[in-house]
């Protein structure tokens, strides 16, 4: 039962606190460390706020560390290429719920030091000087007449990347610097566009995600008062026909997967008929029924910024609860995206694109015949979990904000090439024994791809 006291105890830890808690001017232990963006993350350690790597928790992805990054498993090996795939930071809910309109969320300083902020003398902490024009979105939640009965109070709207999101992005980013330019010089010290190209869903919280990665891989650039500062050029699709995430609007058979899937699924079963009782109690407390994840998202979001859990009368929603949640979640991810009945045409039918893509890249990076150094792609948790279930991962968990898989590309000085597959910080372990991700000879590993890649996709789309 989830009737308890009103005192909320936080479910998960995040040490982040917010984009102004996030300073510090210790910076022991960063014995080389140079500044990476002239913002506050100059004075910000960049570990403070890491999840220790292995232990999960959905509020902050671990992030690999000059540190923690493994090196290649055979010496003398050169980085040729990667491809960074990474859920958006820390957002404000999705859906507005009945009891959400006494909550206040500030997203002031979400993009207040953009990739292409301007600087002035007397203000250090934007990257760039010259710029001439600056635009900043402002929301308000105020001035409205529907605003008391639709919508919380503050300065956000629903599902935007708030202060504590961009700042993870930054210093995944800032660590990325220190491991792919500083460390393996696999990257160029200033920004070139020929050599990093940058690919988002059309969402505000993923392309200013991917505006705070590059703020904090590329803070730093020199150039005069003459020269216009570099152009960081994100690459979207319209939604309709968007594949960074499973578009079941384009691909109508991936909506009667998923219903097949679920219908045959035994753990599912036992799911439903586990929770009725659960979530007859939600629904009561809450106001709506929603799916689990539909519960996530409204429970993880106050959990994240130690808000009060949702109470209607004397019942409340808790720590407990929120932890059933996310375990309901666990299930059903492990269900739909790697062991249920129909899965592999589900994953070629919405990953296969975004395998092809990976494969391209791998080929043309193994031939040398790109200038690109580093595809960059800001997704959702609807991208990453595919990408884990395609894999076949052995962590199955939602995952957390700024989730970030790194997908590398080595050769040996021998001249082999290998692939290396990185999930928060730590090698990717799978369920099966296809290859080792550590070190996955680059044949296997294409191989492996094109069991996802269909040359008929408009046409299995289209079947019954």
């Given at each position: 039962?989830?009737?308890?006291?009103?005192?909320?105890?936080?479910?998960?830890?995040?040490?982040?606190?917010?984009?102004?808690?996030?300073?510090?001017?210790?910076?022991?232990?960063?014995?080389?460390?140079?500044?990476?963006?002239?913002?506050?993350?100059?004075?910000?350690?960049?570990?403070?706020?890491?999840?220790?790597?292995?232990?999960?928790?959905?509020?902050?992805?671990?992030?690999?560390?000059?540190?923690?990054?493994?090196?290649?498993?055979?010496?003398?090996?050169?980085?040729?290429?990667?491809?960074?795939?990474?859920?958006?930071?820390?957002?404000?809910?999705?859906?507005?719920?009945?009891?959400?309109?006494?909550?206040?969320?500030?997203?002031?300083?979400?993009?207040?030091?953009?990739?292409?902020?301007?600087?002035?003398?007397?203000?250090?902490?934007?990257?760039?000087?010259?710029?001439?024009?600056?635009?900043?979105?402002?929301?308000?939640?105020?001035?409205?007449?529907?605003?008391?009965?639709?919508?919380?109070?503050?300065?956000?709207?629903?599902?935007?990347l708030t202060p504590v999101g961009a700042m993870q992005?930054?210093?995944?980013?800032?660590?990325?610097?220190?491991?792919?330019?500083?460390?393996?010089?696999?990257?160029?010290?200033?920004?070139?566009?020929?050599?990093?190209?940058?690919?988002?869903?059309?969402?505000?919280?993923?392309?200013?995600?991917?505006?705070?990665?590059?703020?904090?891989?590329?803070?730093?650039?020199?150039?005069?008062?003459?020269?216009?500062?570099?152009?960081?050029?994100?690459?979207?699709?319209?939604?309709?026909?968007?594949?960074?995430?499973?578009?079941?609007?384009?691909?109508?058979?991936?909506?009667?997967?998923?219903?097949?899937?679920?219908?045959?699924?035994?753990?599912?079963?036992?799911?439903?008929?586990?929770?009725?009782?659960?979530?007859?109690?939600?629904?009561?407390?809450?106001?709506?029924?929603?799916?689990?994840?539909?519960?996530?998202?409204?429970?993880?979001?106050?959990?994240?910024?130690?808000?009060?859990?949702?109470?209607?009368?004397?019942?409340?929603?808790?720590?407990?609860?929120?932890?059933?949640?996310?375990?309901?979640?666990?299930v059903q991810n492990t269900v739909m995206y790697r062991?249920?009945?129909?899965?592999?045409?589900?994953?070629?039918?919405?990953?296969?694109?975004?395998?092809?893509?990976?494969?391209?890249?791998?080929?043309?990076?193994?031939?040398?015949?790109?200038?690109?150094?580093?595809?960059?792609?800001?997704?959702?948790?609807?991208?990453?979990?595919?990408?884990?279930?395609?894999?076949?991962?052995?962590?199955?968990?939602?995952?957390?904000?700024?989730?970030?898989?790194?997908?590398?590309?080595?050769?040996?000085?021998?001249?082999?090439?290998?692939?290396?597959?990185?999930?928060?910080?730590?090698?990717?372990?799978?369920?099966?024994?296809?290859?080792?991700?550590?070190?996955?000879?680059?044949?296997?590993?294409?191989?492996?791809?094109?069991?996802?890649?269909?040359?008929?996709?408009?046409?299995?789309?289209?079947?019954?």
């Amino acid at each position: 039962m989830i009737i308890e006291s009103r005192l909320v105890v936080i479910l998960l830890t995040f040490t982040a606190g917010g984009l102004f808690l996030a300073i510090s001017h210790h910076t022991a232990n960063l014995h080389n460390y140079k500044p990476i963006a002239i913002d506050i993350l100059d004075h910000a350690h960049i570990h403070n706020d890491n999840t220790p790597l292995g232990e999960y928790n959905y509020c902050q992805a671990s992030r690999p560390t000059l540190k923690t990054y493994p090196s290649p498993k055979l010496k003398g090996s050169t980085l040729m290429n990667s491809q960074i795939f990474i859920r958006h930071g820390d957002r404000t809910p999705i859906a507005v719920l009945p009891l959400d309109l006494n909550l206040t969320w500030d997203c002031t300083n979400a993009d207040a030091f953009a990739f292409t902020g301007f600087r002035t003398k007397k203000d250090e902490r934007a990257p760039f000087q010259y710029a001439n024009v600056v635009a900043h979105q402002v929301v308000t939640t105020s001035g409205s007449p529907f605003a008391a009965t639709r919508m919380w109070k503050g300065n956000c709207m629903p599902g935007q990347l708030t202060p504590v999101g961009a700042m993870q992005h930054r210093k995944l980013g800032a660590a990325l610097r220190q491991i792919y330019v500083d460390n393996l010089k696999s990257l160029p010290a200033d920004y070139d566009p020929e050599t990093v190209y940058i690919r988002s869903t059309d969402f505000w919280r993923t392309k200013q995600s991917a505006e705070n990665f590059m703020a904090g891989l590329y803070g730093i650039q020199h150039h005069s008062e003459s020269s216009p500062p570099p152009v960081l050029h994100i690459h979207t699709l319209p939604t309709e026909i968007d594949y960074l995430t499973i578009n079941s609007g384009a691909c109508p058979r991936v909506s009667q997967l998923r219903t097949a899937i679920g219908k045959s699924s035994e753990a599912l079963r036992k799911l439903r008929e586990d929770n009725v009782e659960f979530n007859n109690e939600l629904i009561e407390i809450l106001g709506e029924e929603k799916s689990w994840s539909g519960y996530l998202d409204t429970v993880m979001p106050r959990i994240c910024h130690k808000m009060p859990l949702q109470c209607n009368g004397d019942k409340c929603v808790t720590s407990k609860a929120a932890k059933r949640i996310l375990d309901n979640v666990h299930v059903q991810n492990t269900v739909m995206y790697r062991d249920g009945n129909g899965v592999l045409e589900l994953l070629q039918l919405g990953i296969g694109p975004l395998a092809s893509d990976i494969k391209q890249n791998l080929l043309i990076a193994k031939e040398g015949n790109s200038k690109v150094r580093l595809s960059f792609y800001s997704g959702h948790d609807t991208t990453i979990q595919p990408l884990l279930g395609m894999f076949d991962a052995e962590d199955q968990q939602w995952p957390p904000y700024a989730s970030n898989i790194i997908l590398e590309l080595w050769k040996s000085s021998p001249g082999e090439h290998f692939v290396r597959v990185l999930y928060n910080g730590e090698v990717l372990d799978v369920k099966s024994n296809w290859c080792d991700l550590e070190w996955c000879p680059f044949d296997t590993f294409i191989k492996y791809l094109d069991r996802f890649i269909l040359k008929d996709l408009m046409a299995k789309c289209q079947s019954q």
